[in-house]
C-alpha cells in the first residue's frame, strides 16, 4: 500500500512536469512565432523569388495563410510544427526537418564526445578538489574552472587548429573526414565513428577520429571546468554529513569514504549537472562547428542565418531548444528514480 | 588616517551614513585580502582607463588601411603586427576596450532592473502572478542563449545595438530568478510586517524594503555574468553579427584572422587574448566579490 501512494504522488509529479515542459515548448513556439513575424525579410518573396508576377506572388501569400488573422497563422504553425514541418530551406531546397536530419547526427556525436570527457576528467578533479582543498588538486581545478569560462571557445578552437594540426600534425583538420575516405563509408545511423565501425573501415574509422578529438576536445574543456566545479562543491557538502563520520569510525579506508560513499550521494545532484552540460555543449557547437567547419546543426543554423534563410533558422531553433528542454526533463526524472528523497 | 579608521570601524555608529560606509569599509578590507579578487579589480580598472585613454594611447589610427604594411609579424613598430589591412593590432585592440564596455554596460544596465522588477514581482505577491512570470521566464530560460540571440539577431540584422538588444532578451532570467529567490524569504521577515502595519503600499514596501535586500545577489550575480555577457557578444562578433567593420571589435578581428590563421597566426590570437583577459578579471572580480557579499 505505501508503496502504491508513493508510486502515486511521483506519477503526479512526473505529469505535472509533462505539464510545465508542453507550456515551455508552447511559448517556445510563440517566441519563434513572433520572431517569424516581425522579421523585415518578406516570407513570400524569399519563396516566389524577387521577380515573381504580382499574381504569382499573391496566390503564394494566400496558400502560406498569411491572409488569415494572426491566432488563425499561429494555430497552423504550431499544427504544422507537431507534424515534424519547419517549411522549406530556401538556401538547400530540401525540407528543413530533412536537412536538420541529415546534420544533427554530427553535432551529437560531437557533444557527446566532450560531455564524456568532461565526465571522465571532471568528476576525478572535482573529487580530489574536495578532498585536498587548498592544496594542488584544488588549484588545478580552480585554474581549469576559470580557464573554462573565460575562453572565448572559437578561438581556443582556432588556437588548437595552429598548434595541433598545422604546427604538430597529430591531428585531422576541419571537417568530418579526408576527402579521399569520404565516399568508403554509406551513411547509415548518421554518426561518423559508428558508421566506419559497422562497415569494417577501419583506416576511415581512425581518420574520422583524427578529425573529431581536437573539437570534441575543446567541448571537453568547458563541460570538465563546469563538471568538476559543481562537483567539488557537492563533495565538500557531502564530506560534512554525519554518515561519512560514521563510516570513518566504522574503519572504512579514506577511498572507500570519498569514492563509495560520498561521491555516490553525489551522483545525484551530478546528473543534473551533467544533463546540464550537454545540453551547453550543443550550444557550444554552434561556434565550435562554424571554426571547424563541421556539417552540424550549429553551422547549419549559423549558414541558414547569414543567407536570410528563416525556415531553416527557427527550424533549427526549435529543435534546439526542444532537445534542451527534453534532456531537462530526463535529468528530473534520473534524479526522481536514484533520489528517494526527490520522490 | 588613524582617525579615519577608527571612524569606519567603529562598533557604535552615531549615523547611517558612518554605519554605511563602515559596511562598505569593512567589505573592502576582505576583498583586499583575496589576492584573486584584487587581481580581477585590477584587470577591471586597467580595462577602464585603456578605454578612456584609447586615443592617447593607442600607437596608430585603428581604422585608417595602409595595405603597404599588410600582415607584418610583431616587431618593434607593430607589438602585436598588422591585418590583412595594413592596420597596427595594438591599436584596434586598445580601441575595442570601448566597444567591449559599451555592450558590457549596455546589456547590464537594461537586463539587471528588468530581471530585478520581474523577480520581486513574482516572489513578493505569489499566486497567478508568481506563476504566470516564472512561466515566461522558464521559457526564456528553456532556448540556449547563443542561438536565441541569433534568433534575434536574424530578425532585427546584424550590428552592435542589435547585438547588445539580443543578448538582453537572452540575459534577464537568471537575474529574474535570483530576485525571487530572495524576495520569497524578505516578504515574511518581520521588518516588512512593521512596514506593512504602518501602511507603506506595496509598491513602496517592493521599491524601498525588498529591491535594496536583493541588490547585493543581483549585483553579484552581474559581475559574474559579465564574462559571459563578453563571451557571448565576441561570439556574435566573430559570427558577423555583432558589430560591423571597420568597428575593432576583438570577436570580429578574430574572424578576420581566421583565413589567415596558420600563416599569420598572430592577426587571431591577439585579439583572443584581450577577451580572455578580460573576462578573467570579471570572473575573479566576482568570485571575490561572491565572497564578501553573499554570505549564503
Known amino acids: 500500500m505505501a508503496t502504491m501512494t508513493r508510486f502515486g504522488r511521483s506519477t503526479g509529479a512526473l ?243 570519498v569514492w563509495g560513499h560520498a561521491l555516490r550521494n553525489a551522483i545525484v545532484p551530478l546528473l543534473t549537472v551533467i544533463a546540464l552540460s550537454y545540453a551547453n555543449l550543443l550550444e557550444g557547437s554552434v561556434l565550435t562547428e562554424t571554426v571547424f567547419a563541421w556539417p552540424g546543426l550549429g553551422r547549419y543554423i549559423t549558414n541558414s542565418l547569414l543567407q536570410s534563410d528563416m525556415n531553416a533558422v527557427l527550424g533549427g531553433t526549435i529543435v534546439v531548444g526542444t532537445v534542451f528542454v527534453g534532456i531537462n526533463l530526463l535529468s528530473d526524472v534520473l534524479a526522481r528514480t536514484f533520489d528517494p528523497r526527490a520522490r | 588616517m588613524s582617525t579615519l579608521r577608527a571612524y569606519l570601524t567603529s562598533e557604535r555608529p552615531a549615523s547611517r551614513g558612518q554605519a554605511r560606509l563602515g559596511q562598505y569599509y569593512r567589505q573592502w578590507r576582505s576583498l583586499r585580502s583575496n589576492p584573486l579578487a584584487l587581481t580581477g579589480l585590477i584587470i577591471i580598472l586597467a580595462l577602464l582607463v585603456i578605454a578612456a585613454l584609447a586615443p592617447q594611447i593607442a600607437p596608430y589610427n585603428p581604422i585608417a588601411q595602409n595595405l603597404d604594411q599588410r600582415l607584418l609579424p610583431p616587431s618593434a613598430a607593430h607589438w602585436f603586427g598588422t591585418d590583412a589591412l595594413g592596420r597596427d593590432i595594438l591599436s584596434r585592440i586598445l580601441h575595442g576596450t570601448r566597444i567591449t564596455l559599451v555592450i558590457v554596460v549596455l546589456v547590464v544596465m537594461s537586463v539587471g532592473p528588468v530581471g530585478l522588477l520581474i523577480g520581486t514581482l513574482a516572489g513578493y505577491f505569489g499566486g497567478p502572478v508568481d506563476t504566470l512570470l516564472m512561466r515566461v521566464t522558464d521559457v526564456f530560460m528553456a532556448f540556449p542563449r547563443l542561438v536565441l540571440a541569433l534568433a534575434f539577431v536574424a530578425v532585427l540584422g546584424p550590428g552592435i545595438e542589435n547585438a547588445v538588444i539580443a543578448i538582453a532578451f537572452t540575459a534577464w532570467p537568471p537575474y529574474a530568478r535570483v530576485a525571487r529567490a530572495e524576495t520569497m524569504v524578505i516578504r515574511n521577515a518581520d521588518y516588512i510586517a512593521a512596514v506593512r502595519l504602518q501602511g507603506a503600499s506595496n509598491l513602496r514596501i517592493i521599491l524601498r524594503h525588498v529591491v535594496p535586500m536583493c541588490l547585493p545577489s543581483v549585483i553579484v550575480r552581474t559581475t559574474l555574468d559579465m564574462a559571459g555577457i563578453i563571451l557571448t557578444a565576441a561570439g556574435l562578433g566573430f559570427l558577423g553579427l555583432g558589430a560591423q567593420p571597420p568597428l575593432p571589435e576583438w570577436g570580429a578581428m578574430i574572424a578576420s584572422g581566421r583565413e589567415f590563421i596558420f600563416d599569420q597566426w598572430w592577426v587571431a590570437a591577439f585579439p583572443g587574448m584581450a577577451i580572455c583577459l578580460v573576462a578573467l578579471g570579471f570572473n575573479l572580480f566576482g568570485d571575490g566579490l561572491r565572497d564578501v557579499l553573499d554570505a549564503h
Not at chain 1, 565513428?193 to 573529431?212: I, R, V, Y
Not at chain 1, 573539437?215 to 554518515?243: K, N
Open chain 1, 15 to 257: 505529469a505535472r512536469e509533462v505539464m510545465t515542459i508542453l507550456v515551455t515548448i508552447l511559448g517556445l513556439l510563440v517566441v519563434t512565432f513572433l520572431i517569424a513575424r516581425v522579421m523585415p525579410v518578406d516570407p513570400v518573396l524569399a519563396v516566389v523569388g524577387d521577380n515573381a508576377r504580382p499574381d504569382v506572388y499573391e496566390k503564394a501569400r494566400l496558400d502560406m495563410g498569411l491572409d488569415k488573422p494572426l491566432v488563425i497563422q499561429f494555430w497552423l504553425y504550431i499544427s504544422k510544427v507537431f507534424q515534424g514541418d519547419f517549411g522549406k530551406s530556401v538556401l538547400t531546397s530540401n525540407l528543413v526537418i530533412d536537412d536538420i536530419r541529415r546534420v544533427f547526427p554530427a553535432t551529437l556525436e560531437l557533444a557527446t564526445l566532450g560531455t564524456l570527457i568532461g565526465i571522465t576528467l571532471g568528476i576525478p578533479l572535482g573529487v580530489l578538489a574536495a578532498t585536498k582543498q587548498g592544496r594542488w588538486p584544488d588549484h588545478i581545478a580552480r585554474f581549469v574552472g576559470l580557464f573554462g569560462y573565460s575562453i572565448p571557445i572559437f578561438w581556443l578552437g582556432l588556437m588548437g587548429l595552429l598548434l595541433f594540426y598545422a604546427k604538430l600534425g597529430w591531428v585531422g583538420g576541419p571537417g568530418r573526414i579526408d576527402v579521399a575516405y569520404q565516399d568508403f563509408v554509406t551513411p547509415m545511423t548518421g554518426i561518423l565513428l559508428l558508421d566506419c565501425a559497422l562497415q569494417g573501415e577501419w583506416d576511415a574509422f581512425w581518420n574520422a577520429a583524427s578529425h573529431l578529438v581536437l573539437p570534441s576536445s575543446v567541448l571537453g574543456l568547458f563541460s570538465t571546468a563546469y563538471i568538476s566545479r559543481m562537483t567539488r562543491s557537492f563533495m565538500i557538502t557531502e564530506l560534512q554529513q554525519h554518515y561519512v563520520i560514521t563510516a570513518r569510525v566504522k574503519g572504512l579506508s579514506e577511498m572507500r569514504v
